[in-house]
């Protein structure tokens, strides 16, 4: 991962921990920069995964002003879904599948 990869990424988990605290079980980056094959280009995928009942959409606004500024700020889109620890676990969807084999912690 490159230096500027991992400068928005701990700049997004610092956020990220005070906004939702002992809810936040981890991160995960998945896609082309966890593979390792992504271009200039290519924007970095956060999976982000809460205790307790998670609405996604409530979470993407409620965080929609910290991904935006990082985007701009660094020219990469940042793109992050939430997703709920059980619904993680358990979920056999081909979106989950793919970040539980190649996602990597951050």
């Known amino acids: ?26 991160v ?4 082309s920069r966890a593979r390792g094959d992504a271009e200039a280009e290519s924007d970095i995928d ?20 910290i991904t935006s500024r990082l985007s701009l700020e660094h020219n990469v889109v940042v793109s992050c879904l939430f997703v709920s620890a059980e619904r ?5 969807s081909p979106m989950l ?3 539980r084999r190649e996602g990597v912690a951050v």
Do not use: F
Request: proline letters at 2%.
């Open 88 to 92: 993680y676990a358990t979920e056999q």
């Open 28 to 31: 995960l980056l998945y896609g």
């Open 46 to 65: 956060l999976l982000v995964v809460l205790d307790g009942r998670v609405d996604p959409g409530k979470e993407i606004d409620r965080t929609g002003d």
């Open 1 to 26: 991962m490159d230096a500027r990869t991992q400068t928005i990424i701990s700049e997004l988990r610092k956020r990220l921990e005070r906004i939702y605290d002992s809810r936040l079980l981890s």
């Open 97 to 99: 599948l793919n970040v």
